[in-house]
């Protein structure tokens, strides 16, 4: 059954945290009944439009399974889109453009550096936002803002538990490399690759890992051929990367010439999911990627299934990409979370999100109230080139590990403990 919160117990439990008080938009005051718009703020254009339209697909189809499901308390929710264009400035003015319009509640910025931007700006204009896919760790850490949420697996989550993976599996594989984008999210995934892999590794071999300095690669670059060239020079066995997006497709396309993954046992792909592979066909070399969403993983989940079957008959394509159901997942957060509080208010579904367990495409998963950060399971896959599919690839291989095994200790306020990982 639906309750309404008391405001100032409210604020009164969230001092600690930072909250101050209350803020009621005059418009959403007086839009507690009809439809509930919901903002997505997410890249419509440019290089990273492709994992804008996972975004708008899984936020389009969550919406359509709550609604055609009796809505939230009867109410039906609509969708407002606004293009981030991955960059701050152009995602503020689209946030604040959707707040003046009354969907306090938004969600999107699959940029770090849009989600690091988001908090102070929507707790001054009285909003909040779901991130779905930001990678950054400050946003539940250093840079943590109550007014930003991440339902999706934190960097830690995905990294570290790729790391384990992979160590766990072949511990003989002591010798790595990086090759990692200079910005926010490749920084962040450097630095929980390289403090998880020196202290797996020892507990495990007995021995030290060694790990070379990074290849910092600009982003946006389309030529990489220099930094493949870094790359071939170093002695190693493995090779980490987290370059993204098409960017990620164009160096791994370089690298084909040079011979870059046929001379290393083991390449891990931080999050690029079926991007690459899509893209490169049967020339996509084998590796393991991080996932926020793998279908197969979570067949039998009404959620799962019903995002998947609605995916692939809205687009054609059968490879959905875990950018969807992150938004999907935001959507059943916020619809969640009005249910539980009876409002939209901004500090009431704040409230309301904080300790929130709802289900989604890959089951239960559970907002920590310290730091706003979603505990769920982190999912890896192992594609290799095939023949003898259409596609010219297929996965293998795939794992879900507990979400509680590797998401890392809520320190909001306060930089990650990398001795924790």
């Given at each position: 059954?639906?309750?309404?919160?008391?405001?100032?117990?409210?604020?009164?439990g969230?001092?600690?945290?930072?909250?101050?008080?209350p803020?009621?938009?005059?418009?959403?005051a007086?839009?507690?009944s009809?439809?509930?718009?919901?903002?997505?703020?997410?890249?419509?254009?440019?290089?990273?439009?492709?994992?804008?339209?996972?975004?708008?697909?899984?936020?389009?189809?969550?919406?359509?399974?709550?609604?055609?499901?009796?809505?939230?308390d009867?109410?039906?929710?609509?969708?407002?889109f606004?293009d981030?264009?991955?960059?701050?400035?152009?995602a503020?003015?689209?946030?604040?453009?959707?707040?003046?319009?009354?969907?306090?509640?938004?969600?999107?910025?699959?940029?770090?550096?849009?989600?690091?931007?988001?908090?102070?700006?929507?707790?001054s204009e009285?909003?909040?936002?779901?991130?779905s896919?930001?990678?950054?760790?400050?946003?539940?850490?250093?840079?943590?803002?109550?007014?930003?949420f991440?339902?999706g697996?934190?960097?830690?989550?995905?990294?570290?538990?790729l790391?384990?993976?992979?160590?766990?599996?072949?511990p003989?594989i002591?010798?790595?490399a990086?090759?990692?984008?200079?910005?926010?999210y490749?920084?962040?995934?450097?630095?929980?690759?390289?403090?998880t892999m020196?202290k797996?590794?020892p507990?495990?071999?007995?021995?030290?890992?060694?790990?070379?300095?990074?290849v910092?690669?600009?982003?946006?670059?389309?030529?990489?051929?220099?930094?493949?060239?870094?790359?071939?020079?170093?002695?190693?066995?493995?090779?980490?990367?987290?370059?993204y997006?098409?960017?990620?497709?164009?160096?791994?396309?370089?690298?084909q010439?040079?011979g870059?993954?046929?001379?290393?046992d083991?390449?891990?792909?931080?999050?690029?999911?079926?991007?690459?592979?899509?893209?490169?066909?049967?020339q996509?070399?084998?590796?393991?990627?991080?996932?926020?969403?793998?279908?197969?993983a979570?067949?039998?989940?009404?959620?799962?299934?019903?995002?998947?079957?609605s995916?692939?008959?809205?687009?054609?394509?059968?490879?959905?990409?875990g950018?969807?159901a992150?938004?999907?997942?935001?959507?059943?957060?916020?619809?969640?979370?009005?249910?539980?509080?009876?409002n939209?208010?901004?500090?009431?579904?704040?409230?309301?999100?904080?300790g929130l367990?709802?289900?989604?495409?890959t089951?239960?998963?559970?907002?920590?109230?310290?730091?706003?950060?979603?505990?769920k399971?982190?999912?890896?896959?192992?594609?290799?080139?095939?023949?003898?599919?259409?596609?010219?690839?297929?996965?293998?291989?795939?794992?879900?590990?507990?979400?509680?095994?590797?998401?890392?200790?809520?320190?909001?306020?306060?930089?990650?403990?990398?001795?924790?990982?």
């Amino acid at each position: 059954m639906a309750y309404k919160i008391n405001r100032r117990a409210v604020v009164k439990g969230m001092g600690a945290t930072g909250l101050a008080m209350p803020f009621l938009n005059a418009a959403t005051a007086s839009a507690q009944s009809g439809p509930i718009t919901l903002g997505v703020v997410t890249p419509l254009s440019g290089p990273a439009q492709l994992i804008g339209n996972f975004v708008r697909h899984g936020a389009e189809i969550g919406a359509d399974y709550i609604n055609a499901n009796g809505g939230v308390d009867g109410r039906e929710i609509q969708l407002e889109f606004r293009d981030s264009k991955v960059n701050p400035n152009d995602a503020s003015v689209a946030a604040r453009e959707l707040i003046g319009a009354g969907a306090n509640l938004q969600l999107g910025t699959i940029s770090s550096a849009v989600a690091l931007a988001m908090g102070p700006l929507l707790e001054s204009e009285g909003g909040v936002v779901i991130t779905s896919g930001a990678g950054t760790d400050k946003l539940n850490h250093e840079n943590y803002n109550p007014h930003v949420f991440r339902v999706g697996d934190s960097p830690v989550s995905r990294n570290a538990g790729l790391v384990r993976h992979i160590a766990n599996s072949r511990p003989d594989i002591r010798k790595w490399a990086g090759i990692i984008p200079d910005h926010e999210y490749g920084r962040t995934t450097w630095k929980i690759f390289e403090a998880t892999m020196r202290k797996v590794i020892p507990e495990l071999t007995g021995e030290e890992a060694e790990i070379a300095e990074p290849v910092l690669v600009p982003y946006g670059s389309g030529d990489y051929r220099n930094y493949i060239s870094q790359a071939m020079r170093l002695d190693v066995e493995g090779i980490y990367t987290s370059v993204y997006g098409g960017d990620a497709v164009t160096l791994y396309q370089q690298s084909q010439p040079f011979g870059l993954f046929e001379k290393t046992d083991v390449l891990l792909d931080s999050a690029n999911e079926f991007l690459v592979a899509t893209a490169m066909r049967e020339q996509t070399p084998a590796h393991w990627s991080g996932f926020h969403w793998y279908y197969e993983a979570n067949k039998g989940n009404p959620l799962s299934d019903d995002l998947y079957s609605s995916y692939v008959e809205r687009t054609g394509d059968q490879y959905p990409m875990g950018w969807a159901a992150e938004a999907h997942a935001a959507i059943m957060a916020y619809a969640k979370a009005i249910e539980k509080t009876g409002n939209t208010d901004t500090m009431d579904v704040i409230a309301a999100l904080k300790g929130l367990s709802f289900d989604s495409a890959t089951g239960m998963r559970h907002i920590r109230e310290e730091d706003n950060q979603a505990v769920k399971n982190a999912e890896l896959a192992f594609i290799e080139p095939s023949s003898s599919e259409d596609s010219g690839f297929a996965v293998t291989d795939y794992v879900s590990l507990d979400g509680e095994t590797v998401v890392e200790p809520a320190r909001p306020g306060k930089t990650l403990d990398l001795s924790t990982l």
